[in-house]
């Protein structure tokens, strides 16, 4: 994809974030995913890049408890686990964006899916 488009509709549940990018791009991220992705200072090592983060630290059933936009640029997710410090943006969400779409520009064996607004 040429640029990073912005969301026209960001939506969370229980177990995924949906971003609504253009007509026909759906991105559903599975939560837990999304939380063991995050890259704030707490979660990888900010000069060589290293998880910080444990994947056994975080639980199952993590959640997102409130997304908040940063500018025009970034969204930021509180979990149910009391992380919220990270800044995940629209460019970061794009690249790994699960919908078969993306991964396969990316060639990779498509997982998740586009889904209509609803």
Do not use: F, N
Not at 2 to 22: F, Y
Not at 23 to 49: F, I, N, W
Not at 81 to 98: A, K, N, R, V, W
Request: contains cysteine.
């Amino acid at each position: 994809m040429t640029g990073t488009p912005i969301p026209q509709r960001i939506h969370r549940d229980d177990r995924e974030v949906v971003i609504w990018w253009d007509e026909g791009h759906v991105g559903k991220y599975p939560a837990r995913d999304l939380r063991l992705s995050c890259q704030c200072a707490g979660c990888v090592e900010e000069m060589t890049g290293r998880p910080l983060l444990a994947p056994e630290s975080v639980p199952k059933d993590v959640r997102p408890v409130s997304i908040t936009l940063v500018g025009s640029y970034a969204i930021q997710i509180g979990w149910s686990d009391g992380h919220h410090e990270g800044i995940y943006t629209y460019e970061y969400l794009q690249s790994m964006c699960p919908c078969g779409r993306c991964r396969g520009e990316k060639g990779e064996a498509g997982r998740g899916g586009e889904a209509s607004p609803a």
